[in-house]
């Protein structure tokens, strides 16, 4: 039992001038962590700042491009194609709803 407590100890001296992150956990105390560089873990280490480069910006730009079925030309094809529907009926004498 006295070596697992001297092992303890040493451990605990081996940390105790190692910064820890201090975040708010949801628990609300403090986050115990090993802090990086910038003071906080892995986990708290905030927001990312965004692409640096010019690869990783149109990356970012690219990975936003609106497709599908929401899209402004999908959209308007749809209203398009009612359009045309709506035509044809009123033509043929088809007005129901």
């Known amino acids: 039992m006295k070596k697992n407590s001297e092992a303890s100890q040493s451990m605990n001296r081996l940390f105790e001038n190692v910064p820890q992150c201090g975040a708010k956990t ?3 105390e403090a986050c115990k962590k090993l802090a990086m560089k ?3 873990c892995k986990f708290h ?3 990312s700042t965004g692409p640096k480069t010019i690869k990783g ?3 970012a730009a690219l990975s936003n ?3 599908g079925f929401y899209s402004k030309a999908a ?3 749809r209203r398009q194609t009612a359009e045309w529907i709506k035509e044809t009926r009123q033509s ?3 007005n129901y709803q």
């Open 26 to 28: 949801r628990s609300g």
């Open 38 to 40: 910038n003071g906080r």
């Open 45 to 47: 280490g905030g927001k």
């Open 57 to 59: 910006k149109l990356k």
């Open 65 to 67: 491009y609106k497709h």
């Open 75 to 77: 959209k308007e094809e």
């Open 92 to 94: 043929l004498g088809l």
